[in-house]
T-cell receptor
Framework: SQQGEEDPQALSIQEGENATMNCSYK?????LQWYRQNSGRGLVHLIL?????REKHSGRLRVTLDTSKKSSSLLITASRAADTASYFC????????????FGKGTRLSVIA | ETGVTQSPTHLIKTRGQQVTLRCSSQ?????VSWYQQALGQGPQFIFQ???????GRGNFPPRFSGLQFPNYSSELNVNALELDDSALYLC????????????FGSGTRLTVV
């Protein structure tokens, strides 16, 4: 079963616009991670946010976490064509000895 | 620092056959996890090895098995292949069971015919 559900399933924007993807999950977590996947290749780790954190930044990426609502969002600012990919949130229930539970992902298309 | 390397990149097998997929973990990482990703879906956890011991398993039958070696590289073995085993198999390594996130390989695309 999948713990996280990303929303929307697909998103198409123009280059330079911001892209926001949301993730909801069902149970308490230790941390939540966002990954990017280009066209059936491996996943690239973007950001890890712990349950006691509310916001993290990495370059053009901003992630928020609301544990009371069991939700997270990923904001990509000033998007580029190279940002076109699928984005997955994954939750880790405990600090160790725990698998990542992925959602089905958001497919982002950035049009030049 | 090397990343995670998986081999082979693509593989075609016949139903009923057996397959072994290999993964070299990132230098310094002692944990390896395997995931199965069907087309259009998110990755599903198969199992995890930590310091050569299996310490977590997802909802996969016993014909999915694995090993982790002293150098922390790993193998995934699948016996009696079924058509539904066709998927992208991803290996991920981490330090201390994923405390700071995982590094994924590019995957092995397995097609069962």
């Amino acid at each position: 079963s999948q713990q996280g559900e990303e929303d929307p399933q697909a998103l198409s924007i123009q280059e330079g616009e911001n892209a926001t993807m949301n993730c909801s999950y069902k149970t308490s977590i230790n941390n939540l991670q966002w990954y990017r996947q280009n066209s059936g290749r491996g996943l690239v780790h973007l950001i890890l946010i712990r349950s006691n954190e509310r916001e993290k930044h990495s370059g053009r990426l901003r992630v928020t976490l609301d544990t009371s609502k069991k939700s997270s969002s990923l904001l990509i600012t000033a998007s580029r064509a190279a940002d076109t990919a699928s984005y997955f949130c994954a939750t880790a229930l405990y600090s160790g000895n725990t698998p990542l539970v992925f959602g089905k992902g958001t497919r982002l298309s950035v049009i030049a | 620092e090397t990343g995670v390397t998986q081999s082979p990149t693509h593989l075609i097998k016949t139903r009923g056959q057996q397959v072994t997929l290999r993964c070299s973990s990132q230098s310094g990482h002692n944990t390896v996890s395997w995931y199965q990703q069907a087309l259009g879906q998110g990755p599903q956890f198969i199992f995890q090895y930590y310091r050569e011991e299996e310490n977590g398993r997802g909802n996969f039958p016993p014909r999915f098995s694995g090993l982790q070696f002293p150098n922390y590289s790993s193998e995934l073995n699948v016996n009696a292949l079924e058509l539904d085993d066709s998927a992208l198999y991803l290996c991920a390594s981490s330090l201390e069971q994923g405390a700071n996130g995982y590094t994924f390989g590019s995957g092995t695309r397995l097609t069962v015919v």
